[in-house]
Every structure is written in structure tokens, then in C-alpha cells.
């Protein structure tokens, strides 16, 4: 008789019209049977039961859970600017502008307003970039692997690649150069030891079956000591000599010099261009701080081949993804990029202004300002480090009080240093100081 007293299914449809509107008939009609199945199963156990009220409120607590999407905004308070994890390089409001442009409307993504016919989206982004870099010509595919995987297919299958052991990377998420040239069809050929790999190396390897010469960025690590590697120059002398194609992966795609605001000095793409790589390889969501995108720019003969190769449809990038990387690649050829690419703000941001915003915090928190260390991220200038201050809170559980960071409305992700939870504002835009704050003055002490 108890089990009785709950209200049906149907019953309970006829109180949820704001449900229905919400999430739609079928959704609503499961969660509330959901719903009262587990109430059957409390009272079977001696619970008691639940009003329609709550059974409609439990039903609408599983549809929460359900439909919210897995890929939500977080603040990174990390102080990691290209953060792998946390989606890389956030984009320029002028990006995300033109991005929903191209999303809303029907588009020129493979149309030819002059001739009144179809036209090609190779075409598009392929003058900024040649433009920005110096290079013939110009490619967009998905992402950076992809470029490789298509650039040694389009010229290297079943030929020799000559590439340094100390070249042979794993990056983030097993990426591996080998599996890549294994995959492409290309044989690697080895040169050199892991530390110390000469000019002589590539060009005593060189075989009526070579293709090509690879340069791989190192990525995310260093080899330090004694170590030997040849110059960019060295090896696009060796390439023409030789009349082969010299690949150059470089990774990042920095296009600004990265020694002006502190750091290292990353390899710049139009340093490959001009030293003679015929093509050139790197990702769009890194230093360049656009969308994830693969940029291969040489040569026009190499890049022809590339664009007529089947693999190239498989790896192309989308109407999105073109329209993002224009406003980003903008941004450059109006000399405004550490102004409007948020990648570089970050980089760029004074330390009077960091330590600003960091008191304004450790006051309102209760919390204490110390000196610490930015990183750029993402596989760009391993070792490599910004000063930086962050606010520091001491908290019973640095764990848990991360966990609660992480569980709010929009969550927050920070770090612990030296047993404190610790915030880098270099990370952190203005517009996310409120949420911010909501967020850790609610997860308490």
C-alpha cells in the first residue's frame, strides 16, 4: 500500500510544464521515472516517501546532471598561460567575433564571389600568412600532427627522412614523431646520438632514396650539457645542396620574438622561411594564440602538392577554424598582437599590474602575496618562466578546498605550492575577477 502511494509517472507530467519546456517531452518523461524508481527503492528500505514536489525536483536535479555539457569554461588561475589541459590559447574577442560570423551564415568557405562558382578554402588565410611569414604559399589543416602526417605522405611515402635521434619527441598525449613518419609511410632514418648530432651526420646519410630532411621541435623538454645539434642554417644547406626539401617543424608558431618579453628565444617562423625550409610546420593554438589549427607554409611547389593530395581533405580545417585564425593572423599584420591576443597580453603583462590585482585579492580573500613563477605552457619555451605574484591562502585541505574550487558555478582551477593553494592573476582576465571571488569565498577555509 505504501508503494501505491506514489504518484505515476503520468501524474507527475501533468506538474512539470516548466520541465517540458525546458528539456523537452521524452527527457523528462525518463528522469521522472528514474525518479520514482529509486523512491520505490528508499521505501522498500524503510525510507519515507516523497511528496510529487520532490520527485519533481529530483527528476529535474538528473536532467541538470545529465544534459550540462562536459566541455565548460573554467578560470585558470594556474598561472600556466598555454595551458595543454584547459584548452590552450584563449581567443581575441575579435577571433570569437568572426568565429560566430562565420557560424550564424551561410559563408565564402568554398565560393568564388567574382567568377560566380565554386572556389577553394585553401584560399583562405593563405595571404596572411605569406604575408606574416614570407612564404610562397600557405595551408590550414586541423592541427600541427596533422601537417606533419600530411607533408611527409605528400612527399616522403615509401622514400627516406632524415631526422636527429635527439628529434625523436613524445609530446602530450603519446604524440610521437616516429609513429607520425611510420604512419605517413616514410622510413626514418636516424642521424647522430640523443645529445650531439653534427652537419656531417645528415649529409652522410643522404641515399638516391632520400625525400626529405626533418627538423622536430624539442617541445616540451631540453637537452642540457654537453649537447650538439646542427643550426637551421646548417641543414637547409645540406637540403640544397642535395636539391631535398627541408621540413621544419617548429611547434609553436611564434611569430613575435619571444626574447623581447623576457624569454628565451623560440624558433620563429619566419627565421625558417628565410633560412630556406621549403616547408614549414606549427600549430595555430599555441604562441600564435588562435584557434587549434595545423600551419604548414614553404615553398608553392611543395605546398601544391600537399593541397592536391587526398589526405588533405581528411585533415582540413573547418569554416570555424579559418574565420578564427583570419581575425588572429590580423591581429599581427596590424602590429597589435600583445595588445589583442590574449596569449601575448598575458605574456606581456606588467609585474606592477599583476602585483596590483594580487593585493586586491589577498585583501578581500584574507589571503598573502608572494612572489612566484608564470609559465608559458603548452609545450612552448620548456624551462622557460615569467615573475610573477601570486596570492597564497593557507587552508586545512589544500585538496579539498580545490575540489570545492573546481565543483563552483563556473570552476576555478589553481594549484598548491609549499602546502598553500596559490593564484596567478597573470591567467586570470578582469572579467572573471567576480566569479573568481564568488568561487573562493564560498569553498570557505
Known amino acids: 500500500m505504501t508503494l501505491r502511494q506514489l504518484p505515476s509517472v503520468e501524474a507527475l507530467l501533468r506538474q512539470s510544464d516548466d520541465l517540458i519546456a525546458a528539456y523537452g517531452r521524452p527527457l523528462v518523461v525518463d528522469a521522472l521515472r528514474e525518479a520514482v524508481e529509486a523512491a520505490r ?29 562536459t566541455l565548460a ?32 551564415h551561410y559563408s565564402t568557405l568554398e565560393y568564388d564571389l567574382a567568377r560566380g562558382m565554386r572556389g577553394s578554402r585553401a584560399a583562405h588565410a593563405e595571404g596572411l600568412l605569406t604575408q606574416l611569414t614570407g612564404a610562397e604559399a600557405a595551408l590550414v ?6 601537417g606533419v602526417l600530411l607533408a611527409l605522405t605528400a612527399i616522403a611515402k615509401s622514400k627516406e627522412v ?3 635521434r635527439g628529434q625523436l619527441v613524445e609530446i602530450g598525449g603519446g604524440f610521437r614523431v616516429p609513429d607520425v613518419m611510420k604512419q605517413s609511410g616514410a622510413k626514418l632514418v636516424e642521424v647522430g646520438t640523443t645529445n650531439s648530432t653534427h652537419p656531417r651526420d645528415y649529409a652522410e646519410a643522404v641515399t638516391p632514396k632520400t625525400a626529405a630532411l626533418l627538423r622536430a621541435h624539442h617541445s ?28 621544419d617543424d617548429v611547434g609553436s608558431g611564434a611569430l613575435l620574438d619571444t626574447a623581447a618579453f623576457g ?35 614553404g615553398e608553392r ?46 605574456i606581456a603583462m606588467p609585474l606592477p599590474e599583476i602585483e596590483a590585482r594580487a593585493n586586491r585579492w589577498a585583501q578581500a580573500w584574507g589571503g598573502e602575496v608572494v612572489d612566484g613563477q608564470s609559465t608559458v605552457g603548452g609545450g612552448s619555451l620548456p624551462g622557460e618562466t615569467l615573475p610573477t605574484k601570486l596570492v597564497a591562502l593557507s587552508v586545512r585541505s589544500p585538496n579539498k578546498f580545490l575540489a570545492k574550487l573546481r565543483a563552483a558555478p563556473t570552476p576555478v582551477i589553481a594549484r598548491v605550492e609549499g602546502d598553500r593553494v596559490v593564484f596567478d592573476p597573470r591567467t586570470v582576465s578582469e572579467t572573471e575577477e567576480a566569479e573568481l571571488s564568488k568561487a573562493v569565498i564560498a569553498a570557505g577555509r
Open 41 to 69: 527503492a528508499t521505501i522498500r528500505n524503510g525510507g519515507p516517501i516523497p511528496t510529487p514536489a520532490q520527485l519533481t525536483d529530483a527528476a529535474r536535479v538528473r536532467l541538470g546532471h545529465r544534459l550540462a555539457p
Open 73 to 104: 569554461p573554467v578560470i585558470n588561475a594556474t598561472g600556466v598561460i598555454i595551458h595543454t589541459n584547459l584548452g590552450r590559447a584563449p581567443l581575441s574577442p575579435e577571433a570569437v567575433a568572426a568565429l560566430a560570423e562565420a557560424a550564424q
Open 141 to 146: 589543416v586541423n592541427n600541427a600532427a596533422a
Open 162 to 164: 632524415i631526422v636527429s
Open 220 to 247: 616540451n623538454f631540453r637537452i642540457v650539457g654537453f649537447t650538439t645539434e646542427p643550426t637551421l642554417d646548417e641543414l637547409a644547406a645540406i637540403a640544397r645542396e642535395h636539391d631535398l626539401p627541408l621540413v
Open 263 to 297: 624569454l628565451a628565444h623560440e624558433p620563429a617562423v619566419q627565421e625558417s622561411v628565410q633560412a630556406g625550409a621549403g616547408l614549414v610546420i606549427f600549430s595555430g593554438d599555441k604562441l600564435l594564440g588562435g584557434p587549434q589549427a595545423g600551419i604548414v607554409v
Open 301 to 346: 611547389s611543395l605546398i601544391d602538392k600537399l593541397k592536391k593530395h587526398p589526405l588533405a581533405r581528411a585533415v582540413r580545417a573547418d569554416k570555424l577554424c579559418l574565420a578564427a585564425l583570419t581575425a588572429t593572423l590580423l591581429h599581427y599584420l596590424k602590429d597589435e598582437a600583445p595588445r589583442k591576443i590574449p596569449v601575448w597580453r598575458m
